[in-house]
């Protein structure tokens, strides 16, 4: 019988088959999913900033694309993933909010989005779907059994990446 594990706001879990791991209301944030075919083994981090190097109070290294990624290939490894045969899934990064100035600032979900593909080909893992940008939530769901992410939006349905 699998497990669904619930991943919070600024938060990151790793699961073995044949559980899944699942994130809520991703908005600007990112559900950064990664998936190693031969172990089974999956990981995801829900990260709310691009980068934690601006930020003077980053404890929490999982609410940033650098360390959470850091962080989230560490667990990976330490539960037996191959980091070297991963593939990753990135979904959110709306921009669930108009702003009058052209301040690119303000766009914190496509910095968001940008951060963590560039911080992914760093570690020179493949991003085999991308369904980011828009503007509208998102809530995913991650299957360790198949890799498969399933993205459930209000308004634009389901589908499965």
């Not at 669904?4 to 938060?11: S, T």
Request: glycine share 10%; with cysteine.
């Amino acid at each position: 019988m699998s497990e669904m594990l619930k991943v919070g706001m600024a938060d990151l879990k790793v699961a073995k088959y044949p559980n899944a791991l699942t994130t809520l209301g991703l908005g600007s944030c990112i559900g950064i999913c990664l998936y190693d075919p031969a172990t089974k083994i999956i990981g995801m981090a829900h990260i709310m900033l691009p980068s934690s190097k601006t930020i003077k109070n980053n404890s929490n290294i999982a609410k940033f694309a650098d360390t959470a990624i850091a962080k989230l290939l560490d667990d990976m490894k330490l539960e037996g993933a191959n980091v070297n045969k991963l593939v990753g899934k990135i979904a959110g990064g709306s921009q669930m909010f108009k702003f009058s100035s052209g301040n690119d600032m303000m766009k914190i979900g496509l910095r968001n989005a940008e951060a963590v593909r560039d911080i992914l080909s760093e570690h020179r893992i493949p991003i085999v779907a991308d369904d980011t940008g828009g503007n509208f939530g998102r809530t995913i769901e991650f299957f360790s059994e198949s890799g498969v992410l399933r993205i459930k939006t209000i308004g634009h349905g389901v589908k499965e990446v």
